[in-house]
């Protein structure tokens, strides 16, 4: 099946640092979509990219959508102890499939104070 | 804040019970999702469902079933238990036209 490579598998950053993750596929998608699940949690949406070469910020996170449409990246600037968690890409073909999602391994973030 | 609610939020049962997970959403999205996570690990798709009276397997090949007699109700049930059913079970809703899916909390489940 379609596969999503998320890197890195974790961090472990001082507050106040630059994250960067990214993620590739062997296959196009038409969007790409960057989650964050805190523990216990269902995953929430932080970023959506609907065009390639495209470049969308959301406070301090800031995710681009690859110009050959198989890879994204996600970073957080200056990060805060309420950024830990895990960070998800997300790909959605489009067409007639049904808006189903297919996820990357996930980034475990931890950021010490 | 999404309107998606599973029950129960955790869930222990022994082998070869029969269970009912609960999804339930109240915006009138049209298209429903299940993904198993395992802890630290990604959502795989198990089951989806873009109306009612439609329901189609996933990506990932499961023993559950689902089925959606109304357009807010999406339970996926296991006839008989077994300890590699346990994970975490997500749902998930979005609207035709509409990018975001929106995530349940979730049902942990263990089997012993």
């Known amino acids: 099946g379609q596969q999503l490579n998320q890197s890195p598998q974790s961090m472990f950053i001082q507050e106040g640092e630059d994250v960067s993750m990214n993620c590739t596929s062997s296959s196009i998608f038409n969007t790409w979509l960057w989650y964050k699940q805190d523990p216990g949690e269902g995953p929430v949406l932080l970023i959506a990219l609907y065009k390639a070469g495209e470049l969308t910020s959301n406070g301090r996170l800031t995710a681009q959508f690859g110009i050959t449409r198989k890879d994204s990246f996600l970073n957080i600037s200056a990060s805060i102890p309420s950024d830990v968690g895990i960070y998800f890409c997300a790909g959605q073909k489009g067409g007639t499939s049904y808006g189903k999602l297919t996820f990357g391994q996930g980034t475990i973030l931890t950021v010490h104070p | 804040e999404a309107d998606i609610y599973q029950t129960p939020r955790y869930l222990v049962i022994g082998t070869g019970k029969k269970i009912t997970l609960e999804c339930s959403q109240t915006?009138?999205?049209?298209?429903m999702y299940w993904y198993q996570q395992d802890p630290g690990m990604e959502l795989h798709l198990i089951h989806y469902?873009?109306?009612?009276?439609?329901?189609e397997k996933g990506d990932l090949s499961s023993e559950s079933t689902v089925s959606r007699i109304r357009t807010e109700h999406f339970p996926l049930t296991l006839e008989s238990a077994r300890p590699s059913h346990t994970s975490q079970y997500l749902c998930?809703?979005?609207?035709?036209?509409?990018?975001?899916?929106?995530f349940g909390q979730g049902t942990r489940l263990t089997v012993v």
């Open positions: 998930a809703s979005r609207i035709t036209g509409d990018t975001e899916a929106f």
């Open positions: 915006m009138g999205h049209d298209k």
């Open positions: 469902s873009y109306g009612v009276n439609s329901t």
